[in-house]
């Protein structure tokens, strides 16, 4: 597991911080998952949507949102949640130094969401050993659910845990992050 270590002057405790991305397309539930989960004000950095043809929402991330969970045994998270346009793709490596992993979020409702999971995969697994798949707004388009995901996992022998999740709510966003940590112990 990738963490920063500090030792804290004249006492030896060592204080560790972890860091967990959020990438997907844009609308795909990015800030809204941070949101949910988040202890503290999300920092967002919307904008203005100009690029109404990805997507129709009015605002968009064009930089990084930040958010924080702590978990049972007071470990602090830094939620990181990435911009959703591809032409911002330079930051994603910067937003992933140091992080355990990333929970990359597919909207169902996109007739390429394939392509999706198979781009933001790709992506981000040049940064992160340690993947979790979210797919969001399946009340939009109910057909095939997860089949199509795990079809596609399958044949291209990808192994990585895949949740049908709304964003908004903090118990399917919680699941997805507890699972990520989980897979994070366990490889290192």
Aim: net charge negative.
């Amino acid at each position: 597991m990738c963490s920063n270590k500090n030792l804290n002057k004249g006492d030896n405790v060592i204080l560790q911080q972890y860091k967990i991305v959020f990438g997907g397309k844009m609308g795909a539930g990015k800030t809204e998952a941070i949101k949910s989960l988040s202890e503290i004000s999300v920092l967002s950095t919307e904008a203005q949507n100009t690029d109404e043809q990805s997507h129709s929402k009015a605002l968009t991330t064009v930089g990084i949102d930040y958010g924080e969970i702590r978990l049972e045994d007071g470990v602090v998270v830094g939620l990181y949640g990435t911009p959703g346009q591809d032409r911002f793709d330079f930051v994603w490596s910067v937003i992933c130094k140091g992080a355990i992993g990333a929970v990359v979020l597919i909207d169902h409702s996109q007739k390429d969401a394939i392509e999706d999971l198979k781009f933001y995969f790709q992506s981000f697994k040049e940064y992160v050993n340690n993947i979790v798949v979210g797919v969001t707004h399946v009340d939009e388009n109910p057909q095939q659910l997860l089949k199509q995901y795990k079809d596609w996992m399958s044949l291209n022998q990808v192994n990585m845990p895949i949740f049908a999740v709304d964003a908004r709510k903090q118990d399917d966003v919680l699941l997805m992050v507890e699972a990520l940590i989980a897979r994070a112990e366990v490889e290192f």
